[in-house]
């Protein structure tokens, strides 16, 4: 269609990236159309963006609900998540790369969202929620991104993390059943028990704990930094150590200081003992210092020898 004289369409381009399985193997290779969202222009090409996802004690806490009750964990993912949402603002998009009219002056009209859209985690989210409250779930006060459905002995509860949702529940015939369901709105690739959930490997112990652990993503991160073959260190930091904001030198990048501290801060979903070594890097995220990125390295030399450990799930006392 012509574009509007008003809206000024957003551009878009192809992404291509491999996907991983959890011990590195190739899953595949994807081909994505994505917007360029940043040039977007508030109020008329979107308004609200926000979007909510679980948070990290909300996946501890429900998980040990699982093992504690001995409940069954399964785990979906679906297909193309964001292509699901609906648009409530009228946004214009350039021609796709490749598949270009005659006319130039020819635009898509988006009636539904696509990968790069600021709006399109919230418009996926609110597809979602509708579908699972349409299901009688009820979104939890406490964490948006959790739901629960309580009706006479029945309970089931959902995580969900974007396009990544464990369910869980004391009925595995419901379970089956609202997974069919929603198959049918949505299209869902079911991956069976929980093993792989946000870069966490999950290994089922015999006594029915869950074994939490990152060590992909451990790994990824050392190379990513060159650290792959540093020696480990026995504590994350040196006990009589104190940063401060003035006496050395500022890092060469301050931007690869802060993403690696960033990372860091994702790799305490199953190491929380890093917690107080990285609160204290973060102090200095605005003029890091070569003393802050040796206590970084620190840190990372402790997970490059301790990359297997992880957080143990184990039955809760019912007494």
Known sequence: MKPSESRKPIGCKWVFRVKE??????????????AKGFHQQTRSDFTKTFSPVVKPVTVRIVLTLAV??????????VNNAFLNGTLEEEVFMQQPPGFESSDKSLVCKLNKAI?????????????LKNALIQQGFQASKCDPSLFLLHHGKLQIMILVYVDDIIITGNSASFITALIKHLNDVFSLKQLGKLDYFLDIEVTHLPNGSLLLSQSKYITDLLAKVNMTSAN??????????????IGSNEVDDPTQFRSVVGALQYATLTRLEIYFSLNKVCQF?????????????RILRYLSGTKHHG?????????
């Not at 399985?21 to 994505?34: F, I, T």
């Not at 957080?311 to 007494?319: F, H, W």
């Open 232 to 245: 480990g260190m026995p504590t994350p930091m040196v006990s009589s150590s104190k940063l401060s904001k």
């Open 68 to 77: 504690t009750h001995k409940w069954t964990i399964q785990q979906i993912d």
């Open 21 to 34: 399985n959890s011990d590195g193997s190739l899953n595949k290779y994807k081909a994505r159309l994505v």
């Open 115 to 127: 990968y790069g859209l600021k709006q399109a985690p919230r418009a996926w989210f609110d597809k």
């Open 311 to 319: 957080l143990l799930i184990q039955p809760a006392s019912l007494q």
């Open 285 to 297: 995220l605005s003029n890091p210092l070569e003393e802050h990125w040796k206590a970084v390295k």
